[in-house]
């Protein structure tokens, strides 16, 4: 059997030489305040207050069925949200077509992941460069967290209301791919960390009497070609020391992946929950009135722009000082040469245009087949990431259209979600090493957990529960959602750490900004098949709770895809992978 490893012993030797603690800490930190800043606009404003305040826009405009003349809110001007009759459906036009005000929301979510898909895509080539990847980042975070606060300068009652869409697209756009920058850096963080090095020094160390065969570099693999160093492949076939230390290292690396990812989920749940509970003050002062609504999202702009301050000091902006050994040797004088040569010749629009000719690269039969698990992953979470992201905002929009619970009661929801969030993404991992549980095995389970809320959300349509003849049961009273929270939140936490960490083993070094955007058009925020489905539903019913139906079996068909991924296979082809371009 042979094994590739990330570098050379030699190379290794001079990597720990060079290697910072303090330095890396320090990187560490930057990326966890970026968490820190960002997750705050989706747990405040994308699941809660975002779809809640699109709808209270089109509700303050619009008009109840079925004649349409009747306001649904008694004083738009006021910004009072009184609906005249809660059994009527409220409706709002928009050009030509009269849509109803939930859905005016799910459009909006739509759209922004069709925008987001497209600026993602376009900005993969640039943010693996690393001088690029961090104002990349803060550009859109500052774009995003900009649009979030201009929620505060526009009422309902302002004849471009609907500029109010606009901005949700921005924010979102500017968060998912502010996002795509973020995690482009985890792979890179987690083998620097300390543990990682240590165990690699020690595989290293046991390789010493074991004759190495080089694998040599292609002579033109070009500019599309791995950024890693050559690698060293050994037979370790019989060598059992190796395989254990070989074994040891991959742990290390995803146990370590793992636990950056969930930190930073971790930290911005709780950075969530802060703002949650402040915007709970406003929010009932003042009624759950529409401007209280927007004061939230306005809230969640300025803390994303004021905490990605130390993001903008601490995360690298520049690529690694070249090594001493890579200047005295030809080929390291011709590495920075090409890279000096590559930055002087960089241009933006050119980026763009080869960042979408490598896409259709990247989805050439041809290359698929090279990284077959990769792409079964990543068909599995276009599934998830639609189904769990459209499973938050349906709940919402379901408590407060369907249940009439007030804005306090969903504030509450919203803050008992990510709390239970930060106990799932702590737990599960315990519950992982104490039975031996694959990550695949852990996924597959929450997965199967997350169908349930769906699959409960369906029995409302019993006689037993849609009469009345039993008052509990089916999602039919607002003390189910509270419990729902507790479980869905526990659960979700969990599945973005692991699903994040455990595609950085999918793909290719050096090449994570490009990957990690084919991971973000699909990710808790890029929602793009579900809000539509819902929407549509939601419209031709006249019922959300039809919804439940989709969303259990878009749930379900991401399982059997989950199943059949071979994650050894997977990292090895991705070590090896070498993009040959489209001829």
Same mark, same amino acid.
Request: neutral net charge; charged residues 15%.
């Given at each position: 059997?042979?094994?590739?490893?990330?570098?050379?012993?030699?190379?290794?030797?001079?990597?720990?030489?060079?290697?910072?603690?303090?330095?890396?800490?320090?990187?560490?930190?930057?990326?966890?305040?970026?968490? %820190?800043?960002?997750?705050?606009?989706?747990?405040?404003?994308?699941?809660?207050?975002?779809?809640?305040?699109?709808?209270?826009?089109?509700?303050?405009?619009?008009?109840?069925?079925?004649?349409?003349?009747?306001?649904?809110?008694?004083?738009?001007?006021?910004?009072?949200?009184?609906?005249?009759?809660?059994?009527?459906?409220?409706?709002?036009? !928009?050009?030509?077509?009269?849509?109803?005000?939930?859905? %005016?929301? !799910?459009?909006?979510?739509?759209?922004?992941?069709?925008?987001?898909?497209?600026?993602?895509?376009?900005?993969?080539?640039?943010?693996?460069?690393?001088?690029?990847?961090? $104002?990349?980042?803060?550009?859109?975070?500052?774009?995003?967290?900009?649009?979030?606060?201009?929620?505060?300068?526009?009422?309902?009652?302002?004849?471009?209301?609907?500029?109010?869409?606009?901005?949700?697209?921005?924010?979102?756009?500017?968060?998912?791919?502010?996002?795509?920058?973020?995690?482009?850096?985890?792979?890179?963080?987690?083998?620097?960390?300390?543990?990682?090095?240590?165990?690699?020094?020690?595989?290293?160390?046991?390789?010493?009497?074991?004759?190495?065969?080089?694998?040599?570099?292609?002579?033109?693999?070009?500019?599309?070609?791995?950024?890693?160093?050559?690698?060293?492949?050994?037979?370790?076939?019989?060598?059992?020391?190796?395989?254990?230390?070989?074994?040891?290292?991959?742990?290390?690396?995803?146990?370590?992946?793992?636990?950056?990812?969930?930190?930073?989920?971790?930290?911005?749940?709780?950075?969530?929950?802060?703002?949650?509970?402040?915007?709970?003050?406003?929010?009932?002062?003042?009624?759950?009135?529409?401007?209280?609504?927007?004061?939230?999202?306005?809230?969640?702009?300025?803390?994303?722009?004021?905490?990605?301050?130390?993001?903008?000091?601490?995360?690298?902006?520049?690529?690694?000082?070249?090594?001493?050994?890579?200047?005295?040797?030809?080929?390291?004088?011709?590495?920075?040469?090409?890279? !000096?040569?590559?930055?002087?010749?960089?241009?933006?629009?050119?980026?763009?245009?080869?960042?979408?000719?490598?896409?259709?690269?990247?989805? $050439?039969?041809?290359?698929?087949?090279? !990284? $077959?698990?990769?792409?079964?992953?990543?068909?599995?979470?276009?599934?998830?990431?639609?189904?769990?992201?459209?499973?938050?905002?349906?709940?919402?929009?379901?408590?407060?259209?369907?249940?009439?619970?007030?804005?306090?009661?969903?504030?509450?929801?919203?803050?008992?979600?990510?709390?239970?969030?930060?106990?799932?993404?702590?737990?599960?991992?315990?519950?992982?090493?104490?039975?031996?549980?694959?990550?695949?095995?852990?996924?597959?389970?929450?997965?199967?957990?997350?169908?349930?809320?769906?699959?409960?959300?369906?029995?409302?349509?019993?006689?037993?529960?849609?009469?009345?003849?039993?008052?509990?049961?089916?999602?039919?009273?607002?003390?189910?959602?509270?419990?729902?929270?507790?479980?869905?939140?526990?659960?979700?936490?969990?599945?973005?750490?692991?699903?994040?960490?455990?595609?950085?083993?999918?793909?290719?070094?050096?090449?994570?900004?490009?990957?990690?955007?084919?991971?973000?058009?699909?990710?808790?925020?890029?929602?793009?098949?579900?809000?539509?489905?819902?929407?549509?539903?939601?419209?031709?019913?006249?019922?959300?709770?039809?919804?439940?139906?989709?969303?259990?079996?878009?749930?379900?068909?991401?399982?059997?895809?989950?199943?059949?991924?071979?994650?050894?296979?997977?990292?090895?082809?991705?070590?090896?992978?070498?993009?040959?371009?489209?001829?």
């Amino acid at each position: 059997m042979s094994e590739y490893y990330p570098v050379s012993a030699n190379e290794f030797t001079m990597t720990q030489l060079a290697y910072n603690a303090a330095k890396y800490k320090q990187q560490l930190r930057g990326w966890l305040s970026y968490a %820190f800043a960002s997750e705050v606009f989706v747990i405040v404003s994308l699941t809660l207050f975002l779809p809640l305040c699109l709808e209270q826009f089109a509700r303050d405009n619009g008009f109840l069925l079925p004649d349409k003349t009747q306001p649904c809110s008694s004083r738009p001007g006021n910004e009072t949200v009184v609906v005249t009759d809660e059994a009527a459906r409220c409706v709002v036009k !928009l050009g030509w077509a009269w849509i109803d005000t939930a859905s %005016f929301s !799910l459009y909006v979510n739509s759209a922004s992941v069709a925008l987001q898909a497209l600026t993602v895509i376009s900005m993969g080539g640039i943010a693996d460069h690393p001088p690029h990847r961090k $104002r990349l980042l803060l550009s859109f975070a500052f774009f995003g967290a900009a649009s979030a606060i201009l929620f505060l300068a526009l009422p309902s009652s302002s004849p471009i209301w609907p500029t109010s869409a606009l901005l949700g697209i921005f924010a979102n756009v500017g968060f998912g791919a502010s996002v795509v920058a973020m995690n482009a850096y985890i792979p890179t963080l987690a083998q620097d960390s300390e543990d990682v090095i240590q165990t690699l020094h020690e595989l290293h160390e046991a390789q010493i009497n074991v004759v190495p065969q080089v694998v040599d570099e292609p002579e033109s693999a070009g500019a599309d070609a791995p950024l890693l160093p050559r690698t060293l492949s050994t037979d370790i076939s019989g060598n059992e020391e190796l395989t254990s230390l070989h074994a040891k290292y991959h742990a290390t690396l995803s146990a370590t992946t793992s636990r950056i990812s969930s930190l930073g989920i971790a930290l911005g749940y709780a950075a969530g929950i802060i703002l949650l509970l402040l915007a709970l003050i406003p929010v009932t002062k003042l009624g759950g009135s529409t401007f209280s609504l927007r004061l939230a999202i306005g809230l969640s702009g300025i803390w994303w722009a004021v905490f990605s301050l130390p993001a903008a000091v601490w995360l690298p902006s520049a690529a690694p000082p070249v090594r001493d050994d890579e200047h005295e040797s030809s080929n390291g004088a011709n590495r920075v040469q090409e890279d !000096l040569d590559c930055q002087a010749k960089w241009n933006m629009g050119r980026e763009i245009v080869n960042a979408w000719k490598r896409l259709g690269g990247m989805l $050439r039969w041809q290359e698929i087949k090279k !990284l $077959r698990n990769t792409f079964q992953y990543l068909a599995a979470w276009f599934l998830l990431s639609d189904g769990f992201t459209t499973i938050t905002s349906t709940a919402v929009l379901f408590a407060k259209t369907s249940l009439h619970m007030p804005p306090s009661s969903l504030i509450l929801i919203g803050v008992i979600t990510p709390t239970s969030g930060i106990l799932g993404s702590l737990v599960w991992p315990i519950i992982q090493r104490k039975f031996g549980w694959s990550n695949i095995r852990i996924l597959v389970t929450l997965v199967v957990m997350a169908s349930c809320i769906p699959a409960y959300g369906c029995l409302g349509f019993l006689p037993v529960f849609k009469n009345g003849t039993v008052k509990f049961g089916g999602l039919t009273t607002p003390g189910e959602m509270f419990a729902l929270a507790v479980y869905f939140g526990s659960v979700y936490g969990a599945f973005q750490g692991y699903a994040r960490a455990f595609y950085a083993e999918l793909i290719p070094a050096g090449e994570e900004a490009r990957w990690y955007g084919l991971f973000s058009i699909t990710d808790k925020s890029s929602s793009f098949v579900g809000p539509l489905a819902v929407g549509l539903i939601a419209d031709m019913t006249g019922n959300i709770r039809y919804a439940f139906f989709f969303l259990v079996i878009m749930v379900w068909l991401a399982v059997p895809i989950l199943l059949s991924i071979d994650i050894n296979r997977g990292r090895r082809d991705a070590r090896e992978y070498v993009y040959r371009g489209s001829h």
